[in-house]
């Protein structure tokens, strides 16, 4: 299947910094990008969808200036999570997009970032 | 949004044969059954995808009835690295958000 590479994988940082995770497709390009949270034995909850070379679309509750979104390449997404606190610990994941092959289109996701915010 | 109900947890033995059901019944006519699974720290891996009938790959079969309102993931002869949570999403992806709302899963323990 379809790679998708995230990094960090893990990060610490103390309160109050910015922390930005990148999302990448290594052999597809990826229009759009999706990313999500999940907390410790919870299911995962789609954060906001990110377009290519346009604005993302957020949920509903989630803080679309906390959580800065940028797509600017077909197959490069990043989640900036500013001004950082305790709460916002959580595992975040990112999945693109692949319409490539037979069937529906399918999503890959990318190994996760945990995020740990002292 | 085509809602998906799973167990949440089911045991099983090292061999066995495990099915697990996820039920969609608003599903719409474009939309794709996929299943995914995660270990934990990691993110979810796409096992199979069907629209209809019965579709088998290297890892797992995935069975689905005429009026595609259920769906079945059969994991043939599991191990103890199968121990892991199961998610049935249902969508098209082009418009619909459906198979972009994780449900609760199920979780799957292998015991030896």
């Known amino acids: 299947g379809a790679v998708v590479s995230q990094h960090p994988s893990r990060v610490i940082c103390k309160s109050g910094t910015s922390v930005k995770i990148e999302c990448r497709s290594l052999d597809f390009q990826a229009t759009t990008m999706f990313w999500y949270r999940q907390f410790p034995k919870q299911s995962l909850m789609l954060m906001a969808t990110?377009?290519?070379?346009?604005?993302?679309?957020?949920e509903q509750g989630v803080e679309k200036d906390k959580f800065l979104i940028n797509h600017a390449s077909l197959t490069l997404s990043t989640l900036t999570v500013t001004s950082a606190h305790p709460e916002d610990s959580s595992f975040y994941i990112c999945?693109?997009?692949?319409?490539?092959?037979?069937?529906?289109?399918?999503?890959?996701f990318g190994s996760g970032t945990q995020l740990s915010v002292l | 949004l085509a809602k998906t109900t799973q167990p949440i947890s089911m045991d099983s033995y090292e061999g066995q044969e495990v099915n697990i059901t996820c039920s969609h019944n608003n599903i719409a006519t474009n939309d794709y059954i996929t299943w995914y699974q995660q270990f934990p720290s990691q993110g979810p891996r796409f096992i199979i995808q069907g629209y209809k009938t019965k579709v088998t790959n290297e890892v797992a079969s995935l069975f689905i009835p005429a009026d595609r309102k259920s769906s079945t993931l059969s994991l043939p002869r599991v191990s103890l690295s199968d121990t892991a949570v199961y998610y049935c999403?249902?969508?098209?992806?082009?418009?619909?958000?459906?198979?972009?709302?994780f449900g609760k899963g199920t979780k799957l323990s292998v015991k030896p």
């Open positions: 999945s693109a997009r692949d319409a490539g092959g037979a069937g529906g289109e399918k999503l890959f």
């Open positions: 990110s377009n290519e070379g346009s604005k993302a679309t957020y």
């Open positions: 999403l249902v969508g098209d992806y082009g418009g619909s958000q459906g198979n972009l709302i």
